[in-house]
């Protein structure tokens, strides 16, 4: 069965620095999508960044990196010159391409001092 | 698109009573999917549709609880009768295809008193 897991259940950064949120999930698929959600306190779910298994380049989105390892099944989320409004739980997502539900971590609460 | 639409955006609602939460997929989306969120047990999938039929219901916790998609543009979660223990915020969520990411609604914030 699959599994993502979050090993980080809260983490903070100081603003203008640099944070990276740790995801690990287990598949036994080939081809499948992985995506970092984030929930500010207004409880919107919001799709921050997605990245393919087949690409082996990471997606960017802006200040938002990822760092996808493949073999070691690690898929983590780099916030740079993180803002306030980057406080917000964030979850990692899987889906297989063989599949169609979502598979969800338990989140990362991350805080930004200001 | 306005995205996806969930009503009402809160329910409160006595023990006993029956609750329908509604949903409003982004048109020409395939999945539909009902999660409910709780401190607790964090993020839940109850059920999702694809093409209005529903495939795999196992989260659904109990008989109380239905779901239905009558049509591509609208689904309805049931909890009939209601329990404190349902209270939680309830998301419908939609997907393009199967590649593609899902599409949250607003939730909906239910307390059963």
């Known amino acids: 069965a699959q599994t993502v897991t979050q090993s980080q259940p809260e983490m903070s950064v100081q603003e203008a620095e640099t944070v990276t949120l740790s995801c690990t999930y287990d598949?036994?698929?080939?081809?499948?999508?992985l995506f970092w959600y984030k929930q500010p306190p207004s409880r919107q779910m919001i799709l921050v960044i997605r990245?393919?298994?087949?690409?082996?380049q990471n997606a960017t989105e802006n200040r938002f990196s990822v760092n996808f390892q493949k073999a070691a099944k690690s898929f983590s989320l780099k916030i740079s010159d993180s803002q306030l409004g980057d406080a917000a739980m964030y979850f990692c997502a899987y889906r297989a391409n063989t599949g169609n539900q979502f598979y969800f971590g338990t989140g990362t609460s991350l805080t930004v001092i200001p | 698109d306005a995205g996806v639409i969930q009503s009402p955006r809160h329910e409160v609602t006595e023990m006993g009573q029956e609750v329908t939460l509604r949903c409003k997929p982004i048109?020409?989306?395939?999945?539909l999917f009902w999660y409910r969120q709780t401190m607790m047990r964090g993020l839940e999938l109850l059920i999702y549709f694809n093409n209005n039929v529903p495939i795999d219901d196992s989260g659904m916790p109990e008989d109380r609880f239905s779901a239905k998609m009558p049509n591509a543009s609208f689904s309805t979660l049931k909890i009939q009768p209601s329990e404190p223990r349902d209270s939680a915020v309830y998301f419908c969520?939609?997907?393009?295809?199967?590649?593609?990411?899902?599409?949250f609604g607003q939730g909906t914030r239910l307390t059963v008193v």
């Open positions: 598949t036994s698929e080939s081809d499948y999508y």
């Open positions: 048109s020409g989306h395939d999945y």
């Open positions: 990245q393919e298994a087949y690409k082996q």
């Open positions: 969520a939609s997907s393009l295809r199967v590649w593609t990411e899902a599409f």
